[in-house]
């Protein structure tokens, strides 16, 4: 692990190489995140003709920035490779301060020209030469939340601190993440750092977990990856994380087809995947298929409480999506059915509707569309004051009769009332469907309680929060 | 079956029993509802007080309603059956109009109290003695697009015309699919007839089926359930409309717990789940395991042209996203790779940037983030033109670069010139991702062309089609 690594997460003054006054050009979107993330060091938009970008005074030439550059981002057509390496050789013999690059520019090794290839073994002999450290050529950059640093080109980037923090090997998957996070009821999902490492020509995925995983805000680490020519240490250090925080990891090139096309993108070699497979369960690694699973498991692990067993309780206020519910958990096979006590069972009666269907079987109430937000909540409470639960699904279904704002409300300010009596479990509110209830699951995002679309999808991040839970106490 | 199912769809003429000035009542709703769907009978609410409601003319008694009555929607609480029988005696007396009844309201069998299942055989009593024909109790009613009639009390449905149609068991889950319908990119998918069966009281769920399954404008039946007590004969009703239209099915009761809590919900015995499993497949029944894939492959089967084979080209912008949908493809077994012609990899070669890569593997394109939205649609002209493709997956990233407005509007362009050539072949849109990509999903989707999320959704959807194409072949 390189120290060097911090000065693409937190550099103390950076320049933009090949910055541009178009908003449809990533060099301009690069600087205006850089401006909008609230980076309060100097940042300086350099290309051709030294235009201003964004009020920023340009520069046409690296070597001229007069203030401290210990960042470049270079996001000219990999073309300009030469004119980029000779500004910034003569940068280093007279300021000598730039310690790392990020080449968002694709055109490099990646596409198999020599002159593609050359372009990046030139960076990488550059680098080299100074210490410099680099990632790319053809990612999208990095985000530190923490150090108000975003030096990517997504576009409108939610920049809300949280504990999450993700490792991509393709740009377009950790896009893909950010825009959904973007796009939540909430309008954002809390992280910390986030980077994706391209063609990987000096900093290597392992490398990025390292120094990432070592980040004391980090509290849960994500990866999307197509492969690696060093299985073993991957697992290895993937495993060494997971004794200290949640591990969540989308792999793919799962199938021989998968594998062929994963070679073809980044030359990767997937490997067999069962051995694979079965590495990553035995050091307590979690695998997700899905990008809405790596998402809500990531969430889950970040800020709901791991559970202390498996027995997860089905709270529904209607009958369908709770048998639904109770379908997915079994079929996981990672959940046992809680039995309350019979104290529990009375009190809930107290507190539902006489209509409510009561633990007919055990760990399930059907509470029914006749419950209001409060019975909502009073039933919650029972439950998690009970010790035979562990954990508990909340399912509602909007209705015109109910109000899932007050319900959220009262979710949120029992949460808080039972920590601070030191009761802490995870609850998965799954509240249905679509716009409609989109404010009230802003009120539980808003207060770091993720919420689902779908019973399966909440199930499945339950599942694995148990399964992280698990192995941490067998000591895996 | 029995043709007065008909006045549950089309009545002329019907009034709203329980009717209510409070917009957070059943009775206001459904009140709305059947304003605002453009039903052009008269609509009358009847309540105790006799209260105007939304500008209509109230009335105290369901004798007194001068206009023809065919349908009578219910939504007063259970303990008013007597009163609601009462009235309803008298009307049939003199004007012996009313044909058919929604039961909206709940409290009847399913609550297992004395008094529930009393109303509900005074209920049954009654219809049996005046041939009139009954839904619920404990549904939330009936639409007919078709017939500008929504007599749910769901709020906000979008009205749109279709061919999808959807028989459920549970109201909940038929809540759920209307507004994840309103919440899709376009604000609305396009369907025919919708009914939810509740208690199944009079109407089970199997007369449902047949019914609908023989609208004419009903080109794919989609159907929740939780068990049945007649599993041959609603497997041999499905199979017969099998024959004509896609049927998809979601039945959950899957595993023993879910098969518990079914029994409880609405004492459906779900039966051997592998025995149902096995007999679906056997006559073409599409079978399906989340809603989002319920409603996925509903909307493939009704707009999209089923394959003639199950050669799908994976055509993308973005490598990982590829490599993902290749996986989920060969884990689904559904899937060969196409071969295209050396001409048609030579055009694609010709309208691509230099960096794409093309067919290596065989069947699969990253064009790379460098396409513009033209060379986008102009690939995909070249593969639905090879005669070795049966279909495509067309998978995009949002970036900075590319007008994906502008590509939505190519593709629709592209089908229907290629429709006029007689060229119809399937394409599923993947759209990566959140908010950002809507506009471009909504104008696939005004154009009858549904996307998708993620590969996975896609792969699924289009996996079922081609399930659904296979069987049809065999003659199953």
């Not at 202390?308 to 079929?331: H, S």
């Not at 996981?332 to 079987?361: H, M, N, W, Y």
């Not at 279904?397 to 009596?421: P, Q």
Request: proline share 5%.
């Amino acid at each position: 692990m390189d120290a060097n690594l911090s000065f693409l997460f937190a550099p103390s003054g950076c320049a933009v190489f090949g910055a541009s006054k178009d908003p449809r050009k990533a060099g301009h979107q690069i600087v205006k995140n850089i401006l909008d993330s609230g980076y309060d060091a100097p940042v300086t938009p350099v290309s051709l003709k030294g235009d201003d970008v964004l009020g920023l005074a340009g520069y046409s030439d690296l070597a001229d920035i007069p203030h401290q550059v210990e960042l470049v981002v270079m996001s000219a057509p990999a073309a300009s490779t030469p004119m980029f390496l000779y500004q910034l050789e003569r940068r280093m013999e007279v300021q000598h301060d730039v310690k790392a690059l990020i080449i968002a520019a694709a055109g490099f090794a990646e596409i198999g020209t020599e002159a593609g290839i050359g372009y990046q073994q030139a960076l990488v002999d550059f680098c080299r030469r100074y210490s410099i450290r680099m990632i790319g050529p053809n990612c999208v950059g990095a985000v530190d939340v923490y150090e108000h640093f975003n030096a990517t080109f997504i576009a409108d980037i939610a920049m809300h601190p949280g504990g999450i923090s993700v490792v991509s090997q393709s740009g377009a998957v950790g896009a893909w993440l950010l825009m959904n996070w973007r796009s939540s009821p909430a309008g954002r999902v809390g992280f910390s750092k986030f980077v994706t490492v391209g063609n990987m020509a000096d900093v290597d995925i392992i490398e990025a977990l390292e120094y990432v995983g070592n980040d004391e805000r980090t509290r849960v680490m994500g990866l999307y990856i197509e492969g690696s020519p060093q299985a073993r240490k991957l697992v290895e250090t993937l495993g060494s994380i997971a004794e200290r925080k949640p591990v969540v990891v989308l792999k793919v090139g799962r199938t021989e087809e998968g594998a062929q096309a994963a070679a073809s993108h980044t030359g990767s070699l997937a490997g067999n995947d069962a051995v694979y497979d079965g590495a990553l369960k035995q050091h307590g690694i979690i695998r997700v298929r899905t990008i809405e699973e790596l998402s809500d498991t990531m969430r889950s692990c970040d800020t709901l409480p791991l559970p202390a067993g498996n027995r997860f309780f089905v709270l529904t206020q209607a009958g369908g999506p709770g048998i639904f519910c109770v379908d997915e958990m079994a079929g996981s096979g990672k959940f046992s059915a809680p039995v309350i006590t019979q104290a529990s069972k009375s009190k809930l009666r107290d507190v539902l509707p006489p209509i409510a269907s009561i633990c007919e079987p055990e760990g399930h109430a059907d509470i029914t569309a006749a419950a209001t937000a409060r019975q909502h909540v009073d039933a919650l409470e029972v439950l998690l004051r009970d010790d035979g639960v562990d954990g508990v699904f909340f399912i509602t279904v909007a209705t015109l009769f109910l109000d899932l704002e007050e319900m959220a409300e009262g979710i949120v300010s029992l949460m808080e009332k039972l920590a601070s009596e030191g009761i802490s479990k995870p609850v998965i509110p799954v509240i249905i469907s679509g716009n409609w209830v989109k404010p009230a699951r802003a009120v539980l995002e808003k207060n770091e309680i993720p919420t689902f679309e779908s019973p399966d999808r909440g199930v499945r991040a339950a599942a694995n929060l148990i399964f992280y839970a698990e192995s941490r106490r067998s000591g895996a």
